[in-house]
């Protein structure tokens, strides 16, 4: 069994900043891929960024430019930094694991940007 615990997120105004970090324990697989997701009030979960275990990256449009996700493989931790942080970033924020056919998430921060 893999347990996802988050950190960070809070409030801040719009162009501010902020970091999450997710840590993982439990049965980790030497190849997997962490990222975070997020889902705002009546909308669907999507995807932030993700980065695997070479160190790949993938990037929602809407923040190319501002978040950077990072890991680090040794102690099973990502992070994003949240930067120019804009109200439509409002949502709760879940850290995700995928490894072979499985994936499991985090129990989710709210990061709330006010305008």
């Known amino acids: 069994q893999v347990q996802l615990v988050e950190s960070g997120g809070g409030l801040v105004q719009a162009g501010g900043s902020l970091r999450l970090s997710c840590a993982a324990s439990?049965?980790?697989?030497?190849?997997?891929?962490m990222g975070w997701y997020r889902q705002a009030p009546g909308k669907q979960r999507d995807l932030v960024a993700t980065?695997?275990?070479?160190?790949?990256?993938n990037y929602a449009n809407s923040v190319k430019g501002r978040f950077t996700i990072s890991r680090d493989n040794a102690k099973n931790t990502v992070s994003l930094q949240m930067n120019s942080l804009k109200p439509e970033d409002t949502a709760v924020y879940y850290c995700?694991?995928?490894?072979?056919?499985?994936?499991?998430w985090g129990q989710g921060t709210q990061v709330t940007v006010s305008s």
């Open positions: 439990g049965s980790i697989f030497r190849f997997n891929t």
């Open positions: 995700r694991l995928d490894q072979a056919t499985r994936n499991y």
């Open positions: 980065m695997n275990t070479g160190g790949n990256t």
